[in-house]
């Protein structure tokens, strides 16, 4: 049996800047070696079960994967989902909205030049995370802007990109709102009232870049943890100034680098995970599971053969 290399692609995504040049992405991808299957998603978890079904057939040798955040999780997760030593190599062509998780690996820009580390980009096992039984790709979060994401209307998104998030962000600070929280570490047990709480494995979220910190590392089994204590009303602003510029000195901001976390909260909390609404709960554990995925980088990505 020939093997083959799955191309699933949401058509939706951000702008829509795939489907004019889709011919060209086939293209790209096409190998002598192995069969294209080709794969477009037209509802929620049509990419998971398509990544299920192809390595279940036993030939499949990379997955190469066109969309947002939303479909880029359908896609881990359902890689997770299959038997460790089945699982290949996902070419993540970043299509989306904000692409926070292209940028961290120093995707191009371009999905033609994105489509071409399929076969010339080197294997980048890369960490993910466990929340409460599911999968995290790259960032889960709660409070203040958690659910700015997946608030904001896709028409909105497909026509304003990056300033639908600003805008949806502005009307989200209207309604801060803190939520009582205790975050236990394997060494130490934190408590307060927050705005906001993070956990990610990026160096740009919701499009912002740099506000995660110098130490971010894809590969090295650490997500960085941040809690936003809650502010009185005239510092908000300058919160707001030290989250957008990294400094993490404010007394109200709380950063670590965790390989497990878990919370616990007073009420029912709405989470977010890697973008889309990830469900509410009073009690979520999350786990890093160090180099669980291997992703396609290219070849000057500074993390490759970094543990």
């Not at 929280?181 to 927050?194: H, K, N, Q, R, Y």
């Not at 950063?255 to 979520?284: K, L, M, N, S």
């Not at 890093?288 to 995925?293: D, E, G, R, S, T």
Request: charged share 20%; glycine share 10%; aromatic share 8%.
């Amino acid at each position: 049996m020939r093997s083959q290399v799955l191309f699933t692609y949401n058509p939706n995504a951000g702008t829509k800047k795939l489907p004019p040049r889709l011919n060209d992405v086939v293209c790209a991808l096409a190998d002598p070696g192995a069969d294209l299957v080709i794969s477009p998603t037209r509802k929620r978890n049509d990419a998971r079960e398509a990544v299920k079904a192809c390595i279940a057939g036993g030939s499949c040798v990379k997955v190469v994967c066109a969309g947002g955040d939303g479909t880029l999780h359908e896609v881990v997760e359902g890689m997770m989902e299959c038997p460790a030593d089945r699982r290949v190599p996902i070419a993540y062509l970043p299509t989306g909205s904000t692409n926070d998780f292209g940028y961290s690996m120093r995707l191009p820009a371009d999905v033609v030049e994105a489509a071409k580390l399929a076969g010339n980009g080197t294997e980048f096992p890369c960490d993910i995370a466990c929340f409460n039984g599911g999968t995290v790709v790259y960032t889960a979060s709660f409070g203040l802007f958690s659910d700015v994401s997946y608030a904001t209307p896709q028409s909105m998104k497909n026509v304003f990109g990056h300033a639908a998030y600003v805008l949806n962000g502005a009307v989200a600070l209207a309604n801060v709102r803190s939520v009582r929280a205790t975050v236990t570490l394997p060494d130490e047990t934190i408590d307060g009232s927050f705005v906001m709480g993070n956990v990610v494995n990026a160096s740009s979220i919701g499009g912002f870049r740099g506000i995660t910190g110098p130490e971010v590392r894809l590969n090295d089994g650490l997500f960085e943890l941040f809690l936003i204590r809650e502010p009185a009303p005239l510092q908000l602003a300058g919160l707001l100034n030290d989250i957008r510029r990294g400094n993490f000195a404010n007394p109200l901001i709380v950063y670590r680098q965790v390989a497990e976390a878990v919370f616990d909260f007073a009420e029912d909390v709405p989470w977010t995970i890697d973008g889309e609404y990830g469900g509410a709960c009073r009690h979520a554990r999350l786990s890093v599971l160090k180099q669980a995925i291997t992703f396609m980088a290219p070849r000057d990505f500074p993390d490759c053969g970094r543990n």
